[in-house]
RNA sequence: GCCCUCAUAGCUCAGUAGGUAGAGCACCACCAUGGUAAGGUGGGGGUCUCCGGUUCAAAUCCGGAUGAGGGCUCCA
């Protein structure tokens, strides 16, 4: 007999060998029927699994993320099956779940049109519906392949070749359909109530850009058909928050076929973006930062010296100047090493620290491009700390720091990850491992959750990366730390040391926001265009009950705008109904509507946004709320 | 760059047997002077992304280019 813990602290005894499932059986049909999967000492397992020591199973539920993963698993199983029904001849390669649902990548001649998806849609529903046991199967190496390679399952074949000599090779299997992989899966297909194929995709083979393009086909599934519903309605309302499109709505900035990946800023989105630079310069100039700004073309000869010219010249642009030759900047730093170097340094002014909104330029593949997110031209808020190597670590953890604090004044919640060493690198091991060690000692001081992405670091460096979310859930890099032992050399920085001789200093290369740009994207979609007041092209809307009280309105906007407040008057000849809806569409914060009861002395009356209220106020008090909400950048209305 | 899809008025879209374009919103004018999410009437506005082909005739069919969308690859 063995003790199982569950997950309220129950501990049950079974027969050793008695599955997941058993155990979920032997508390309730009820619990058996709903578990997806099982965590047995923290492990993923399956449902299957037989358990053969004490242990402590978490049995997994469609809630939690583990049982959402069997489930999705199983749904691109059922895709690959209804796929193989209808194109027999069809080459499967991989099928994994993913944070919404599944995917499959499969090799067949036909071009899969929306059309064909509703078919493969109505065969997963139809095999579904025959109600398929599913079974896992292991085999050796030599009949794994043997079997793959009857099927011409090429892919397969090329999957278990890769695999390690001592891998066990699983199969799951439901009616006529077996399919490689590790699992978990559920037990049958009958929970499967709701089905939605929701895009194509082109992607290579092992994600390899030298591999054959394959098609990818993204669905996802459900165990109600309420829960489908729910996640298309939202899957809607995130649409509505795409920065692309609130960008059009809201007039604030706009992509051109004259221009592609070079965005316009139009007057409203400069008044956020303007607004965002002050707060950014504010914050800089806070913790001693100095600001610079370098040239946005420089000679080929600096590239070279930057290492730029052999390691990142795909993606830069370039130009002739009376017959020399010149390149249009991808990144900020080799400007900021010669402004360093324009005069010696002592260590007594160390840590250096220059910032620079600086405008870059690359030339990203055409398929990379998204509104703001991914652009050719963009502004980054640059900053190189020239310092000595014992300063690396208290100065990263102020990098760290600052950035926690502009990122919490929007909101925004994020996620750090650290990258390490890149295949296309300058600089020995050891360097690496001295700089990400650096790196990850500021991280564990301030406590801070990371993950390693491996080999992500840049060309000179490891970095540590901060991503912000957008509204469907893609996380975008915004913030990075990226530590350089590089340039220093390649350009010869010194400073000198308390001994009187010349040292070589460490530098950072950091960003908070990214990109001006991606980050303005990513903060329209955070905000769903409904701007903090201190972001808000206009501030306050003032809209006059009917001509006899334009005068009255204009007499506050002048006092509000004297106060550096953005009020703007509506006095067009149209409702007063019609203008509130269009100040609300535009997301103006704060209306005012004035008329003959504000004439004859009364308060005012100030519409909110966010609750449609109605407040009377002073307008002094008026005044002063604007201020301080402008001042504390706080981002509720009331 | 690669795969698939798409491209009609400032915006959102209709135009599905090829016969030289429509709606709503926006804009302009006039009427209405209205108290918290769309008042009425009238008007202007498109060489149907571009280039080429088929045809008596192309927004519509075919080819190419460009741009956009969803991914892949790459990345702030």
Not at 187 to 209: F, H, P, Q, T, V
Request: charge should be negative; aromatic fraction near 10%; include cysteine.
């Amino acid at each position: 007999m063995i003790n199982v813990t569950l997950k309220d602290g129950t501990v049950k005894s079974f027969e050793a060998g008695i599955t997941v499932y058993d155990v979920a059986m032997a508390i309730s049909p009820g619990l058996a029927k709903n578990t997806m999967a099982g965590e047995l000492n923290g492990e993923l397992v399956d449902i299957r699994h037989e358990i053969m020591d004490d242990s402590e199973l978490n049995l997994l539920k469609f809630e939690d993320e583990g049982g959402k993963h069997a489930f999705w698993h199983t749904g691109s199983h059922l895709l690959a099956q209804a796929v193989k029904r209808l194109y027999p001849e069809a080459k499967l390669a991989i099928g994994p779940a993913i944070d919404n649902g599944f995917y499959y990548d499969i090799d067949v001649d036909v071009i899969i049109t929306p059309e064909i998806m509703e078919k493969i849609e109505n065969k997963m529903r139809e095999i579904v519906k025959e109600g398929f046991e599913i079974t896992r199967f292991e085999l050796p190496r030599d009949e794994a392949l043997k079997m793959v390679s009857d099927e011409g399952e090429i892919y397969k074949e090329e999957l278990i070749e890769n695999l390690p000599e001592d891998a066990i090779i699983s199969f799951y299997k439901q009616g006529e359909f077996t399919d490689l992989c590790a699992g978990p899966h559920l037990k049958d297909l009958k929970g499967i109530k709701a089905i939605k194929l929701l895009s194509l995709a082109g992607a290579y083979w092992r994600g390899d850009e030298k591999n054959k393009m394959l098609q990818r086909i993204y669905g996802i599934s459900f165990p109600k058909k309420a829960e489908l519903d729910d996640y298309l309605t939202k899957l809607e309302e995130a649409k509505k928050r795409d920065h692309r499109r609130l960008g059009k709505e809201l007039d604030l900035f706009s992509l051109q076929d004259e221009g592609p990946g070079f965005p316009f800023f139009h007057p409203k989105g400069m008044i956020i973006r303007n607004e965002l630079e002050s707060f950014w310069r504010q914050e800089h100039q806070k913790r001693g930062y100095q600001e610079i700004r370098t040239p946005i073309i420089l000679n080929a000869e600096l590239w070279k010296r930057s290492g730029h010219w052999d390691h990142y010249r795909e993606n830069m642009y370039f130009t002739e100047i009376d017959e020399s030759s010149y390149a249009v900047k991808p990144m900020n730093c080799p400007g900021a090493m010669l402004v360093y170097k324009r005069t010696g340094h002592s260590y007594r002014e160390l840590p250096i620290k220059m910032a620079e909104l600086g405008l870059v330029h690359r030339h990203e593949l055409s398929g990379a491009l998204h509104g703001l997110m991914r652009v050719r031209n963009f502004t980054q808020d640059d900053a190189h700390i020239y310092m000595m190597p014992d300063q690396i670590e208290a100065e990263v953890i102020k990098v760290i720091e600052l950035a926690d604090d502009i990122y919490n004044v929007f909101g925004f919640s994020y996620k750090v990850e650290l990258s390490t060493k890149p295949e296309k690198a300058i600089g020995s091991d050891e360097v690496w491992d001295k700089a990400t060690n650096a790196l990850r000692n500021a991280l564990e001081k301030k406590g801070i959750e990371y993950r390693i992405n491996p080999g992500d670091g840049a060309f000179y460096g490891p970095k540590i990366d901060f991503h912000l979310e957008d509204s469907i859930g893609r996380t975008w890099q915004c913030g990075t730390i990226q530590l350089d032992f590089q340039m220093p050399e390649r350009f010869d920085l010194t400073y000198i040391g308390s001994d009187g001789e010349k040292h070589r200093p460490v530098i950072v290369h950091r960003t908070i926001l990214g990109s001006i740009e991606r980050f303005f994207g990513i903060l329209v979609e955070h905000f769903a265009g409904k701007f903090p007041v201190w972001l808000s092209p206009v501030q306050i809307m003032i809209i006059p009950v009917a001509d006899a009280h334009n005068e009255f309105a204009q007499n506050i906007a002048d006092q509000l705008i004297d106060l550096g407040i953005r009020a703007a008057i509506d006095s067009r000849g149209e409702k007063l109904g019609y203008r509130i809806r269009e100040a609300q569409m535009q997301k103006t914060p704060y209306m005012l509507v004035v008329g003959d009861k504000e004439m004859e002395g009364g308060d005012l009356a100030l519409r909110i946004r966010d609750s449609g209220d109605v407040a009377q106020i002073s307008l002094p008090d008026l005044k002063e709320k604007l201020l301080n909400k402008i001042k504390t950048k706080e981002i509720g209305l009331d």
